[in-house]
């Protein structure tokens, strides 16, 4: 430090900490103007606190002060500043203005692949810094700035601001691989094995091994093993094959195995063959210090797909699942250069405000990683015990007595150090069940599993998938468990028996329009009652509250099977894939009445703040329907009760009524639920919507029940 610092006279601020006498913010602060200083804003010179500080962060500082001071009269504060004029030029700038290291850290926290980062890297849009004001759960107000790529709203990042210094700065190795990252992994599974003894342990399915393993003999060379007899610990990979060139599916299917190429694999052979992903995977295995893995495409044979049907048995056992969330599909590196991290971050301040990056919850991480957008991954992930996540920018474990994520070494360590804060997706990361959260309540037997089933079917109707004939076959592993549990349940195509009113009850958010494509001809079609029906990602609600109608019953098939003679759990589940149709008896009625006058949707919504409601005052004794074409929603009136609003589930169905091709049935199964349903003619009935807030007398003149046929 030159020799003139010594003798800047300093005074303690806040935290008693010495500073120059002339860091105090004046009275009346500057308002946040372009700076003086006509040169880049990457131009740096030193702060009072003696860091490089950059023009733009010279503009952060000064919105920080200008809105602070505001804040305490209440004056309106200034919403947002430019910081760099690109990514890449926040970048450049972060090697020397420590302060634009923790700007920059925040953006690619938010990143949990590989890809994601590099999309950052390529964004030329300008970097701006919005202020935000938040009220903690105590009720103290606080302040974070969000940073945002101009006109990529997804592209953001959270800065946290305090007037203390008090939490603690991660200096995590760059490197993804590095033997320090799973040093700490290997603690996790050692803490988990020798502490959580009768918990953790005895979610496994059974002691069944898989019919193929790999083998791991050294780190360039695998074989298969076939079933071994005795306790075998491997770990299960879930990882995304992904969206692939037609390179890529080349490269990915060399590694398959197949009828082929099964016999050569029972003895050594190089994983340089394999994809990127796969090979990435087997080294952290390896690090682990287990010799056995279990990977879909290696073990599972796919010529035959001999194996599918075990996959509740396969993730259930392992020690653990890994799951690959820095990658996007399976030709992409796992391990890597870790960017959150080549640049290390350390306290410091801007505008008398301590800046620090808030770490990423484990359910953040679940919402945004890749694997949550594919139908096969989710089994994968709800019925292992044990899981270790792989970001990006660290590791995760997750186990049923709770979670960890890597957090050391740390640097500037103190006594007086509050834990680091993590940051959350939504009000859905609340609400979102752990893990282990299923397994759980299958092994308490306590009954109740339904809202588990409910969320689940919720989470995989918006996920995606490669073969649509894998509909089902991808929730099989759940089901499985799921009947474990419930022994004298029926599985009925993704619904189960013993909730048919509830699972009848589904209702998409929006109507869905079908693909334009031609349907594959090797594609099973789905029964209309059934949530299988609808597209692939396609968001649907399932945890309606209303109690059951004591008239709506389901009328079991004669059961064929020998008496006493009981399934395992994936013949019965592979049995009620193939369900088609099922009888039920309820009460009937016409969806509106004959005198029913139909009236334009906007002559009676009116929109009341961020509410819509809905008026009869011009003829409160007619009885009216109407229809809005494009949220598929029906309304029914009925002169001086209150209004029933279904929704239907497909546009062509919303077309046909709005036509008069069809007329729409109601069908009570619940004391506020009922389906919609169109008599096909033949003795049959197809479902097209559902509405859930149904008064309670909407089937009050209805005396008698009707036997229906449901396709």
Known sequence: MPFHRKLIPHHPDAEGKLSPKWFRSPKSPKSPTTPTSHGPLTDTEQNFDFIHQCVGCNKVENMIKWNIEKRKNGDERIASTLLHNSFSELDYCSRKCKICRVFRQSMLFEEVTFDGVEDIRKKEGKVMVHWEETTAADGKPGVSLRLEVEDVPTLTGVVNCNSHNEVAHLALHPNGGDASVFEQARGWLSNCRNNHIGLCDNLKFNSENPRLLIEILSPGYIQLCKRQAGPCEYVALSYCWGDLSLPEKNEVNSGNTTNENFPGRLSPFSIKILPATVQDALCIIRAMGIRYAWIDALCVNQTTKEGLEDMHKVYSNALFTLC?????????????????????????????????????????????????????????????????????????????????????????????????????????????????EFLLACHRGEGGLYPFWADIVKSYALRDMTNLTDRLTALSGLAARYLSANPLDEYLAGIWAHNLPEGLAWKVKRVVEATDKKPDPKTPKWPSWTWAVLPLRTAIETDVRSPRSALFQHILDVDTRSPGVRDDEGTAIARGEKIKEICVTGRVRPLWKPTSCRVDWSSISKLVGKEERFTFEAKPEQDTHAIHSSSGRVLVYEGRKREVVSQIDFGQDVRKVQSG???????????????????????????????????????????????????
């Not at 680091?420 to 859905?428: E, N």
């Not at 919609?676 to 089937?699: M, P, Q, S």
Request: proline fraction near 4%.
């Open 324 to 436: 690959a969330c820095a990658t996007t599909k399976a030709t992409a590196k796992l391990l890597g250069e870790r960017e959150e991290w080549t640049e290390r971050t350390e306290s410091c301040r801007l505008g008398g405000q301590w800046l620090t990056t808030p770490d990423m919850s484990l359910n953040k991480l679940r919402l945004k990683s890749p694997l949550a957008g594919r139908a096969w991954t989710l089994q994968e992930e709800r019925l292992s015990p044990r899981m270790l996540y792989v970001s990006n920018s660290r590791v995760y474990w997750s186990c049923a007595m709770g979670n960890e994520m890597e957090l050391k070494p740390i640097h500037e360590e103190k006594s007086n150090k509050l834990q680091r804060p993590v940051y959350a997706a939504s009000d859905r990361d609340i609400q979102m069940p752990a893990s282990q």
């Open 661 to 711: 091709q069809v007329e729409l049935s109601a069908l009570e199964i619940g004391e506020t639920t009922m389906i919609l349903l169109e008599n096909c003619g033949d003795g049959t009935h197809r479902r097209v919507g559902a509405a859930w807030d149904v008064r309670k007398d909407f089937f009050a003149l209805v005396k008698d029940c009707e036997v229906l046929v449901l396709r």
